[in-house]
C-alpha cells in the first residue's frame, strides 16, 4: 500500500472538515509547526500567528453560536459553555477526531520525540486552522464548519462531565430559583488522627438537608455533599441526565424545595 502524499493529506483533511481552501497555502501554514523551520529554511512562517487568529475567531463563533441556540441562559452559563467548548483538552480531542496529527509538518527530531501526538501541538494546529479558515473564507463560513465539527452542541456538553465541579453546579441550579444564599454547609471533623483526618460534611437547601458527604478535607467533604445533593435532584425529575452519581436518600426535602422540572437546556447550566 502506498503512503499517501503530503498532496493528498491535505486533500483528506479538506474533506474531513468540509471545507475546500481556495488558498491552500493557508493550509499549509496552519499545519506548520514551528521545529519545521529549523529543517526548512526555505519556509518562513510556522503557524504560531495563525493560532493568535484562530483563538480569537473561534472564541466568537462560538460565542455567536451559543447566544443563538440558548436563548434563555444567563451570561454565566454561556460563558462556561464557551469555556468547556474552547478550553485545551476539549480541542486537543477535536483535532485527533478530525486527524489533524497525521497533517502537521514538524522537524524530524520533534517527530521522534513524539511531538505528532503531543496535546500542545494538536490544540495550537486546530487554532491555527480556524484561523487559516476565516482568513480563507469569512466568519460565516468558518461558525460553519466549526459547528460541522462540534456536531450536537447540546450532546457534547452532557458529556463533558459537568459536576466536576459539583459545588458550583448545585449552585447555579437552586440560585436560579431561591437566591444566592440558599444553599449552605455545614462541615464538622468526623475522625482520625492528625494525618489521617475525615471530615463530613451536609449541605442545606433553604434549611433543608440535600446531601452529606465525607473527604479527607472539608473541601472535598463539601464536594461529596453537593455531588449527592445532585443526585437527590436528578432522581426526582429535577436534573436531567448530569452525570451527577450518589446517594438519593433525599428525596422527600426535594420535593418539599419545589424547584421546578428541568428542561434539556436547563441541565446544561
Known amino acids: 500500500m502506498s503512503t499517501p502524499t503530503a498532496t493528498d493529506v491535505l486533500a483528506q483533511l479538506q474533506q474531513r472538515i468540509a471545507h475546500t481552501f481556495r488558498d491552500a497555502r ?30 480569537a475567531v473561534l472564541q466568537l463563533a462560538l460565542t455567536e453560536v451559543l447566544f443563538d441556540m440558548f436563548p434563555g441562559d444567563r451570561e454565566g452559563s454561556l460563558s462556561k459553555y464557551r469555556s468547556m467548548l474552547s478550553k485545551g483538552k476539549f480541542l486537543t480531542d477535536l483535532a485527533r477526531e478530525i486527524g489533524l496529527a497525521g497533517a502537521l509538518r ?50 457534547r456538553l452532557a458529556s463533558m462531565k459537568p459536576a466536576e465541579n459539583p459545588k458550583g453546579r448545585l449552585q447555579e441550579i437552586v440560585q436560579s430559583v431561591h437566591g ?26 433553604n434549611g433543608a438537608p440535600l446531601g452529606s ?12 455533599a453537593a455531588l449527592e445533593a445532585l ?35 436547563e441541565t446544561l447550566d
Do not use: W
Open 213 to 224: 458527604g465525607r473527604g479527607t478535607s472539608k473541601k472535598a467533604a463539601e464536594e461529596a
Open 26 to 55: 493557508l493550509l499549509e501554514c496552519a499545519l506548520t509547526h514551528p521545529s519545521y523551520l529549523h529543517d526548512h529554511a526555505d519556509v518562513a512562517e510556522s503557524n504560531q500567528r495563525l493560532e493568535f487568529l484562530g483563538d
Open 231 to 265: 443526585g437527590a435532584l436528578e432522581a426526582v425529575g429535577t436534573l436531567e441526565a448530569v452525570g451527577a452519581v450518589g446517594a438519593v436518600g433525599a428525596c422527600e426535602e426535594v420535593k418539599a424545595l419545589n424547584l421546578p422540572p428541568s428542561t434539556k437546556r
Open 180 to 205: 444566592n444564599n440558599a444553599v449552605h454547609y455545614v462541615a464538622a471533623h468526623a475522625s482520625g488522627g492528625d494525618h489521617e483526618r475525615r471530615y463530613e460534611a451536609t449541605v442545606y437547601i
Open 106 to 155: 514538524m522537524s524530524a527530531a520533534e517527530e521522534a520525540a513524539g511531538g505528532r501526538n503531543r496535546d500542545s501541538a494538536l490544540e495550537d494546529a486546530f487554532e491555527a486552522l480556524v484561523g487559516a479558515i476565516y482568513i480563507d473564507s469569512s466568519l460565516a463560513v468558518t461558525r460553519r464548519v466549526v459547528i460541522g465539527l462540534l456536531g450536537s452542541l447540546p450532546e
